[in-house]
C-alpha cells in the first residue's frame, strides 16, 4: 500500500514558478514509476509527466516540455515537479500517482495510487 500526499500548490503570476512535491509512504515507492496528472474544472485528467522507478527516464506531455521537469529522490520518498514559465492554461488541480508495474504510463488508468491533489492557479 502506497499513500501520497501533495504539496507546493498556490497562485502565481504568469511566468512564474512553483515547485510541487508528492511525499509517500511505503517501503515499495522506490520500485514504482511515478506521474504527474492535472485536472482543470470540466476536463479529464490529463498526462504531465512520469519518471521511471530510477528516475533516469522522463517523459513529458508536450504542453509542458521545456518548461516543467519531473525528479525523484528515494532516499526521502518524494517526487517532485518543478514549473517554471507558467501559463494560465496550466491552471488545475495536480496529482501525483504511483504505479505498481515496472513499466511507466501516461494514461491515468493506469495508476494504482493517487494523492489528494494541490491546486495551483495562474494568474494572467
Known amino acids: 500500500q502506497v499513500q501520497l500526499v501533495e504539496s507546493g500548490g498556490g497562485l502565481v503570476q504568469a511566468g512564474g514558478s512553483l515547485r510541487l512535491s508528492c511525499a509517500a509512504s511505503?517501503?515499495?515507492?522506490?520500485?514504482?514509476?511515478m506521474g504527474w496528472f492535472r485536472q482543470a474544472p470540466g476536463k479529464e485528467r490529463e498526462f504531465v509527466a512520469v519518471?521511471?522507478?530510477?528516475?533516469?527516464?522522463?517523459y513529458y506531455a508536450d504542453s509542458v516540455k521545456g518548461r516543467f521537469t519531473i525528479s525523484r529522490d528515494n532516499n526521502k520518498n518524494t517526487v517532485y515537479l518543478q514549473m517554471n514559465s507558467l501559463k494560465p492554461e496550466d491552471t488545475a488541480v495536480y496529482y501525483c500517482?504511483?504505479?505498481?508495474?515496472?513499466?511507466?504510463?501516461?494514461?491515468?488508468?493506469?495508476?494504482?495510487?493517487w494523492g489528494q491533489g494541490t491546486q495551483v492557479t495562474v494568474s494572467s
Open positions: 500517482g504511483a504505479r505498481s508495474s515496472v513499466a511507466a504510463s501516461y494514461r491515468a488508468h493506469e495508476y494504482d495510487y
Open positions: 511505503g517501503r515499495t515507492f522506490i520500485s514504482y514509476p
Open positions: 519518471t521511471n522507478w530510477r528516475g533516469s527516464n522522463t
